[in-house]
């Protein structure tokens, strides 16, 4: 018998599917608003973590910095994000959610809690921590690997 695991079997195709379901739920309000998932995140990141530079947030996001610079570029051009000279090193910017970006945060935050306690179900809070847990053992993996 092979070792192949069927695709429905395999991680990948788990996380996949269940990302794609939780994007899918915020389309039409990413679409409304003009933004990305991948640009949301970025804004996310920055509301949660004012005056981050932009090096941290590329960090955060594990993303390139040259990617992450061109979303905030876009983030700003659409008042969401703000830049402000950093005042210990002038070459570094500071960045901060406008109140524009603000609303945008928090009012996509409330409909990914209901997407998200949609797609959990009837898992019980114990569940929901022991996935939480698991989850992150995955990305600890990951990041050691």
């Given at each position: 018998?092979?070792?192949?695991?069927?695709?429905?079997?395999?991680?990948?195709?788990?996380?996949?599917?269940?990302?794609?379901?939780?994007?899918?739920?915020?389309?039409?309000?990413?679409?409304?608003?003009?933004?990305?998932?991948?640009?949301?995140?970025?804004?996310?990141?920055?509301?949660?973590?004012?005056?981050?530079?932009?090096?941290?947030?590329?960090?955060?996001?594990?993303?390139?910095?040259?990617?992450?610079?061109?979303?905030?570029?876009?983030?700003?051009?659409?008042?969401?994000?703000?830049?402000?000279?950093?005042?210990?090193?002038?070459?570094?910017?500071?960045?901060?959610?406008?109140?524009?970006?603000?609303?945008?945060?928090e009012d996509f935050s409330?409909?990914?809690?209901?997407?998200?306690?949609?797609?959990?179900?009837?898992?019980?809070?114990?569940?929901?921590?022991?996935?939480?847990?698991?989850?992150?053992?995955?990305?600890?993996?990951?990041?050691?690997?």
């Amino acid at each position: 018998m092979s070792s192949l695991l069927a695709l429905h079997d395999t991680l990948a195709y788990k996380f996949f599917a269940i990302k794609k379901n939780m994007i899918a739920a915020s389309r039409q309000y990413f679409q409304e608003v003009g933004i990305s998932f991948d640009m949301y995140i970025v804004l996310r990141v920055i509301y949660e973590a004012p005056g981050s530079k932009q090096r941290e947030i590329s960090e955060i996001c594990d993303k390139d910095a040259n990617v992450i610079v061109k979303t905030i570029d876009r983030l700003e051009r659409m008042g969401f994000v703000q830049r402000v000279r950093d005042e210990t090193d002038r070459r570094a910017y500071t960045l901060y959610v406008t109140e524009a970006g603000t609303k945008v945060a928090e009012d996509f935050s409330e409909l990914f809690v209901e997407r998200q306690e949609a797609c959990l179900g009837d898992l019980t809070e114990e569940e929901k921590k022991e996935l939480r847990r698991l989850l992150d053992k995955i990305l600890a993996n990951q990041k050691n690997n």
